[in-house]
């Protein structure tokens, strides 16, 4: 019997440097009998070289379309836009499940070419959790960006822009550096404690040195009693990580800024949920995404009374951390790789590809094929 195979393409999308497949992952997959071929890619945080150490095979950047159409094609993000029809299967995140701009279009290209998608954000376990998501690292990112915000209020200054850190220790100690060599003193709230970017966010906000008691952790039984809640207004640092799957009451609004006036404790929110656009969205309070290059905006209309108050809301936290955050995504998805041989039987994919053919068959309705 021929060995299983994949094949990880480079990536595409501007300042995206993690990858699906790590060294420690591909690894893996090479001692139990899999030939895994890697695209040359400088954009990836790992190098050609650590993957080929590990017993990959290198192959030129983005030759994936000329691959053998039986090799499965496993990348990280959207592939870049294009009418060419798909004859490989992927496993990617494509981002076109809930009809988002483009959506059938990107669904018509597997149609037309035969090919099939398995798309990371529905790869789940029995109970209907995801096998794999980037959240913890996105909380662990976000925070951080908080306390650089914080720090950066307290000079008088607003955030400038932020780049990859090479792993979680400098993050830490870039972020220790600008409070002054610790947290300590600080006071955080972190919404959705107990979730995946919920823990990162605890995580960095122990290790820059917050004491424990000053860093509220809150989930669904605090907020029960429903908000506003004035305890949001009363800590330096707002961390927003909860799931929101229903109309809830807003946490702040700008009423509850304002009448708090001038001995407002609140400095930043961080939005790591990004319900930005979201008409449930329970932070009101800012309606744009930010970036790295502009990490924080301006709550309008609070009056010049009041002390000003900042809002990060960057959509793709995870990108900061390139290196861990791919590494344990990678070793999450592991194990459901592991089943890829058994696809045609083993749950987490056949889930996956029915769920491919129920949105295959709505864009071939909606494209008029
Ligand atoms: N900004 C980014 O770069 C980025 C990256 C990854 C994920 N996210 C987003 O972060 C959000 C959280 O993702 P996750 O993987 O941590 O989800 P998760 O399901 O692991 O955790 C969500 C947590 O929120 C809690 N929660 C839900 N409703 C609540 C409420 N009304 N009050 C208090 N707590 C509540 C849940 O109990 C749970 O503990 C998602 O919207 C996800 O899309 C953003």
């Known amino acids: 019997m021929s ?30 009998g899999f030939e895994i071929f890697v695209e040359r890619d400088d954009q990836r945080i790992f190098d050609d070289k650590e993957f ?28 870049p836009e294009s009418e060419e029809p798909l004859p490989h299967t992927h496993i990617q995140f494509a981002h076109c499940y809930k009809r988002q701009a483009g959506w059938s279009k990107v669904l018509s290209r597997f149609h037309r070419g035969g090919g099939t998608l398995y798309d990371l954000e529905f790869l789940t376990d ?12 996105a909380g662990f990112a976000g925070a951080a960006a908080g306390a650089l915000a914080f720090a950066a209020q307290k000079e008088g200054k607003q955030l400038g822009r932020l780049e990859p850190y090479g792993n ?12 002054g060599g ?6 955080a709230l972190v919404m959705g404690a107990l ?6 966010a605890v995580d960095l906000l122990r290790k820059i040195g917050l004491d424990e008691n000053d860093i509220l952790k809150w989930d669904l039984a605090e907020t029960a009693k429903g908000g506003p809640f004035s305890e949001i207004l009363d800590v ?25 006036g001038k001995e407002r404790r609140l400095s930043v929110v961080v939005d790591v949920s990004c319900d930005t656009t979201n008409p449930f969205n329970p932070i009101p309070i800012y309606d744009i995404n930010t970036t790295f290059s502009k990490p924080t905006v301006v709550v309008d209309g609070l009056g010049s009374e009041v002390p000003p108050l900042f809002v990060v809301s960057i959509d793709h936290l995870p990108t900061l951390l390139p290196r861990e955050a791919s590494e344990q995504f990678s070793e999450d998805l592991l194990p459901s790789l ?13 889930e996956a590809e029915k769920l491919f053919q129920e949105k295959l068959g709505e864009a071939v309705k909606a494209e008029g094929l």
């Not at 096998?131 to 913890?136: C, K, P, R, S, T």
């Not at 979730?195 to 990162?200: D, E, F, L, M």
């Open 195 to 200: 979730g995946r970017c919920g823990r990162g």
């Open 236 to 260: 330096d640092i707002f961390v927003n990580c909860i799931y929101l799957s229903s109309q809830i009451p807003s946490f702040i609004t700008r009423e509850t800024i304002t009448a708090a």
């Open 168 to 179: 979680e220790e400098a993050m830490v100690a870039a972020v220790k550096a600008e409070l």
């Open 3 to 32: 060995k299983p195979v994949f094949w990880l393409r480079c990536e595409k999308k501007e300042f995206e440097r993690r990858s699906a497949l790590t060294p420690t992952t591909a690894k893996k997959l090479v001692d139990t």
């Open 182 to 187: 610790s947290g300590k003193g600080v006071k």
């Open 338 to 350: 592991l089943e890829f041989p058994a696809r045609k039987t083993a749950r987490v994919w056949t």
């Open 126 to 137: 029995a109970s209907g959790r995801r096998v794999a998501a980037f959240g913890y690292h």
């Open 52 to 79: 080929e150490k590990v017993g990959c095979k290198l192959v030129e950047n983005n030759t994936w379309p000329s691959a053998p159409e039986d090799i499965p094609i496993i990348g990280l993000k959207e592939l």
